[in-house]
């Protein structure tokens, strides 16, 4: 058997196990896009070595639940 170069742990895209966790708001449809309100927050787990992203939808949970479901 060949040994993958990315384990089952890590970045999806390069493997590395860094991770950078931030937060944006973005804005819905209809009024609250006129008015610019800020109905949507996500928390975005980029990989510090690639840069690869992805957002998860903001709930009451904390940030290292988002760290670990990204790095598996």
């Known amino acids: 058997m060949v040994p993958d170069s990315h ?8 493997g590395h196990e860094e991770t950078d966790v931030g937060e944006i708001s973005t804005t819905g449809g209809g009024l609250s896009k006129m008015f610019d ?9 980029s990989c510090t ?5 992805e957002l998860y939808r903001d709930t009451t949970s904390g940030a290292s639940d988002f760290v670990d479901v990204f790095l598996g």
């Open 7 to 14: 384990s089952d742990r890590g970045c999806p895209k390069c």
């Open 49 to 53: 070595n690639c840069g690869y992203s």
């Open 37 to 45: 309100i800020q109905t949507n927050s996500f928390t975005v787990v």
